[in-house]
């Protein structure tokens, strides 16, 4: 079935230092989805990528869509404290059943 | 906009129990919603897709019988988890799209669900 693979699992960063998490799916996505969890949380739309090779940003977040629509990353450049939690892609399939299949997520700890 | 309540948000029950968990849309109607599973420190696992009218849609390996859901109305869908056993215990979260099958979704707070 379709796969959605995230890495790395884990990432420890000084406040401060860049932090990058990679998303790679089996298959060909309508579109992916970017999520945040807080610890103890619930997951937190961040944003949504459609078109191949689409790039977003959101402040000090930036967010790519692979040519090929089958991978994903996000960037944050010059982590804060408030970054901690764990990220989360998820794939939109081509059926239309709006079901997403969630990566394995990357924990981010950021030392102060 | 886009708020998804869910309640309850913790349950500690006992070993044969069924609990009943609602997940709302507060301000819009939910065509479809989600309900999803989530072990600590792990990915979310999707368990059914829920269909305002119509049957619920399992993933392969979700009991049907052991997780009942209903989607009585356009903002309100309830999952409940029959005779629940301690292996049954969980974070249990559902999420809710505003529009299209193609929309971001929008997640209730969770249920943490501890069976004694």
């Known amino acids: 079935g379709q796969q959605v693979m995230q890495i790395p699992q884990y990432q420890h960063v000084q406040e401060g230092e860049d932090f990058t998490t990679y998303c790679n799916s089996s298959?060909?996505?309508?579109?992916i989805q970017w999520y945040k969890q807080r610890p103890g949380g619930h997951p937190v739309f961040l944003i949504q990528?459609?078109?191949?090779?689409e790039v977003k940003k959101q402040k000090r977040l930036t967010f790519q869509f692979g040519e090929a629509k089958k991978n994903s990353s996000l960037h944050i450049t010059a982590t804060q404290t408030t970054d901690v939690g764990t990220y989360f892609c998820?794939?939109?399939?081509?059926?239309?059943?709006?079901?997403?299949?969630f990566g394995q997520g990357t924990t981010l700890q950021v030392k102060p | 906009g886009a708020v998804v309540s869910q309640h309850p948000s913790w349950v500690i029950c006992k070993s044969g129990t069924s609990v009943k968990i609602e997940c709302r849309s507060l301000?819009?109607?939910?065509?479809?919603m989600f309900w999803y599973r989530q072990f600590p420190k792990q990915s979310l696992m999707l368990m059914a897709t829920?269909?305002?009218?119509?049957?619920?849609?399992?993933e392969q390996g979700v009991e049907k019988d052991k997780f009942l859901i209903n989607h009585a109305s356009l903002t309100l869908s309830t999952l409940t988890v029959t005779s629940a056993h301690p292996e049954d215990s969980s974070f249990y979260i559902c999420?809710?799209?505003?529009?299209?099958?193609?929309?971001?979704?929008?997640f209730g707070d969770g249920t943490r669900l501890s069976i004694l």
């Open positions: 829920s269909n305002e009218g119509s049957k619920a849609t399992y």
């Open positions: 990528l459609v078109k191949s090779g």
């Open positions: 298959t060909t996505l309508s579109n």
């Open positions: 301000d819009f109607q939910a065509t479809t």
């Open positions: 999420s809710a799209s505003t529009g299209k099958w193609n929309q971001p979704q929008h």
């Open positions: 998820a794939g939109l399939g081509s059926s239309n059943t709006g079901k997403l299949i």
